[in-house]
């Protein structure tokens, strides 16, 4: 298993107690950041893994938004998980 660092946007939905969701994670072992709609969890590729039931590359190298299953002890708040792709580092020339 890989040690790689992975970020995810949890989306939450209107009224959701953001608490209890911002704490399911934490005792997951997860890192919680608070953003406007949701949160931003972060850790290890091998957490993600045990917690999300992946198989698959994580993120397929960057280049493709990855949707993650919602864990059911949060469903109901949840609206959607996803690891973003990564933006480029260089920048587009014009055209």
Do not use: N
């Amino acid at each position: 298993m890989s040690s790689d660092y992975i970020e995810a946007i949890v989306i939450l939905r209107d009224g959701a107690d953001t608490a209890r969701v911002r704490a399911w994670f934490g005792d997951c072992g997860f890192g919680t950041t608070s953003m406007h709609a949701g949160l931003l969890i972060s850790g290890s590729e091998s957490l993600f893994r045990t917690t999300f039931g992946m198989h698959q590359d994580l993120g397929q190298g960057g280049k493709i938004d990855t949707q993650l299953p919602t864990p059911a002890p949060v469903r109901e708040w949840v609206s959607s998980i996803v690891i973003r792709r990564l933006p480029s580092l260089h920048a587009q020339q014009p055209t």
